[in-house]
């Protein structure tokens, strides 16, 4: 048991992680319910859900929420594979390793597909994009990531769509580590999870489509379980998944919600990862820890610091955390070696200054 976790906040080990991430025990103790997935206590769970997560994504009413069982990269896989018609041609933006994923589905699936690549320290930059788009009329639709886990960077994703928007291309965001914590921008189809800024338990994800888009998918798809448009017009239809509803998850999830709301919405919970974010690369600096990402393009979820030393042990240094119960996350970057700090979950300074005092004293 670790002294300064306040034992009603939290289970034993706190995790700095981009997710699944320290939930609250409130959280954790709505899981405790059997519901019948037929029954309208589910069907209203799941209307409340869809409903709410619109409006966190802004509310207009030409949007539309499809949950989908499965952790984020299946809300990923399933708009890919059902936005993107047989005749159609994707682009995907690539500089970290959830880009990276996207290519990798388009790879699996067989969608027709091109990539445009920039170091993982860079963000895409809106002229290239331009400039590509204009070049290559057979792209109908492009993809990229909003913070790109891997590094903590973030793409801009509004001046990115202005672009697509102009071309009169479609476009496809991947927003999962970032929903909840930052203004989204517009986009045709958006894809977030439930256990990231919102604060739930993993076990569903979920896509927030502009109407027309998920109506336009119909047929599309390369998946009968992932098939965007089968599962929103199920959705539609009867109120309910099309297969097994992840149930104690979506009980779990709004209670996330309700906390969510009772913060404050988008602006106050990304105020306390900013702050959760100030305080750690503060400190990080002070112990000698340099960030990968330059400060202008860091985002407030998490941070790639580089190893201190060539002789730095990274598993050495995470089980030691780990014996005091702080579980960090291993690097991700091709080309630098690095380690990992999540500042999202249900976390503030004072667990943020206890992993700085734990890292003070295993170095
Ligand atoms: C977490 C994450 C995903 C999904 O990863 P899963 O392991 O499938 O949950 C996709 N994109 C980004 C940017 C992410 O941070």
Redesign the pocket.
Known sequence: MIAFVPEDRRGRRVLFT??PLTTTRTVRDALRDDIGSWDNDCIALVSRIRTSLVDIAGGRDDLTCTPFQ???????EAVLGSAVPRDGGLLILVN?A?GQ?MVYIAEALGLPHRVMRDPEYRPHDPAALDKTLAEDPEITHVAC??????TGLLNPIRELGLVVDKHRRRYII?????FGAYPIAEADHI?G?A??CIEGV?GF?FVISRRAAVEAAAGNARSLSLDLHGQWAHLEKTGQFRFTPPTHVLLAFEQALVEFQAEGGVEARAARYRDNHRVLNDGMTRLGFSPFIAPEHQSH?ITAYRFPTDEFDFRSFYDRLRGQGFIIYPGKVTDADTFRIGNIGSIDRREIEALLAAIERVM
Do not use: Q
Not at 70 to 76: L, M, N, R
Not at 145 to 150: D, I, K, P
């Open positions: 981009p997710g499965g952790s984020g990269s299946y809300a990923v970290g959830y994923r990531v909003h913070c790109e886990t891997t991947d927003t999962i580590s970032s894809t999870t256990n990231k993993p994800a979820i």
